[in-house]
C-alpha cells in the first residue's frame, strides 16, 4: 500500500519550517515504509498557495519547498478510471445527504483508485468517502 499526502500535511510543514526530507521522514515514522506521493490535485492545491503568498520572500521560500519537494515525491494524475470513481462516490454520498469538498473528494478517489491511504492533517471530509484509509498526522 502506499499514501498520498493531503496538501495540508505539505502547507503544515512548510509553515513549521521544514524540509522536504525532514517532512518525509516524520511521515515514515507514523506511516512506515511505504510509497510516500501526491495527488494532481494536492498538487494544485500547493501550488495555488505559492502563488497566493503575501509577500515576495515567502512565495520564494514556498517555490523553493515545491520544487525540492517536486524531486523528492511522485505525482499521481487524475485519470479517467478516478474521474468515474470521484463522480460515483459523490453521487452517493450525496443521496445520503452527505458533501464531501470537492478537492477532497478528488485526492481521495485518487487514493482509492491506487489502493493509497491518505495522509492529512484535516481527517474529517476524507473519512466520509466510504472504503478510503486516512491517517490523521
Not at 40 to 59: F, Q
Not at 95 to 110: H, K, N, Q
Request: proline share 4%; hydrophobic share 50%; with cysteine.
Amino acid at each position: 500500500m502506499g499514501l498520498i499526502l493531503d496538501s495540508s500535511v505539505v502547507i503544515d510543514a512548510e509553515r513549521r519550517g521544514e524540509t522536504v526530507d525532514e517532512m518525509v521522514a516524520r511521515v515514515l515514522r507514523i506511516a512506515g515504509d511505504q510509497e510516500a506521493a501526491l495527488s494532481a490535485v494536492g498538487l494544485t492545491e500547493i501550488v495555488h498557495g505559492v502563488h497566493r503568498a503575501p509577500s515576495a520572500s515567502i512565495r520564494l521560500r514556498r517555490e523553493a519547498f515545491l520544487n525540492d519537494l517536486l524531486a523528492a515525491l511522485a505525482v499521481h494524475p487524475y485519470t479517467k478510471e478516478t474521474a468515474l470513481l470521484a463522480g460515483q462516490l459523490d453521487a452517493e454520498q450525496r443521496s445520503r445527504g452527505c458533501t464531501v469538498p470537492f478537492a477532497d473528494l478528488l485526492i481521495g478517489a485518487t487514493a482509492l483508485a491506487l489502493g493509497h491511504a491518505v495522509l492529512t492533517t484535516n481527517p474529517r471530509h476524507f473519512a466520509l468517502i466510504p472504503g478510503l484509509t486516512v491517517t490523521a498526522l
